[in-house]
C-alpha cells in the first residue's frame, strides 16, 4: 500500500519523465542571498540565470546576439533552474506546489527589442507543462540594458505550497 505522500511524489516526478526532463542541481547563489526562502505558504526562488553543466550560458542580448525562439528556450532552462530550486525547497516533493503564483522575467535586449513576452513564454510554457492549470501565473516580462554574467534572462517566481 502506498501513502499519500508516494502517490503525490509520483505525479509530477511522472510528468516530468514523461516530458524527458531532467531538472539541474540546484545553483549556488551566486552573491549574498538565498536561493529560496519560505513564508508562511508562499516560497519564494530568488533570480535565477542559464547554467549548463555548472557554467553561465545565453551570454548577450536577445535581438543581437539571439532571436525570440533562442531567447525562449533560455527562458526555459532558467524555468527548469527555478523548478530545481523549488523542488530543493520541498524536499524534491514537487507535488506540494498549490500553483504558481507569479514569475517575474528580466530579457537582456537591445532598446529597440519587444518582444520579451514570447521570450519568457519558455519558462511559462514550462510551468503549465508540468504543473497543469496550477502553472498559469499571474507574470512580468521587461526588457533591461543587462544582466548578471552577461545572461540573456534572469527569472524569479512565488508559488503556494502545502
Not at 29 to 53: E, F, K, T
Not at 118 to 123: L, P, R, S, T, W
Amino acid at each position: 500500500m502506498r501513502l499519500h505522500s508516494e502517490v503525490a511524489l509520483s505525479s509530477i516526478q511522472e510528468r516530468l519523465d514523461a516530458l524527458g526532463i531532467v531538472l539541474p542541481p540546484p545553483s549556488k547563489p551566486a552573491a549574498n542571498y538565498v536561493p529560496w526562502r519560505r513564508v508562511g505558504d508562499l516560497v519564494y526562488i530568488a533570480g535565477q540565470v542559464p547554467v549548463v553543466d555548472g557554467d553561465f550560458a545565453w551570454i548577450g542580448k536577445v535581438g543581437r546576439d539571439y532571436s525570440t525562439e533562442e531567447g525562449k528556450e533560455c527562458a526555459r532552462v532558467v524555468g527548469l533552474a527555478i523548478l530545481a530550486q523549488l523542488s530543493g525547497a520541498l524536499d524534491g516533493d514537487l507535488d506540494r506546489v498549490v500553483q504558481a503564483v507569479k514569475l517575474n522575467g528580466f530579457v537582456n535586449c537591445t532598446p529597440d527589442f519587444g518582444e520579451q513576452p514570447h521570450v519568457i513564454n519558455g519558462a511559462s510554457e514550462l510551468m503549465i507543462q508540468v504543473f497543469g492549470e496550477a502553472g498559469r501565473h499571474a507574470r512580468a516580462a521587461v526588457g533591461v540594458a543587462g544582466l548578471p554574467f552577461g545572461v540573456a534572462v534572469e527569472i524569479d517566481g512565488v508559488f503556494q505550497v502545502r
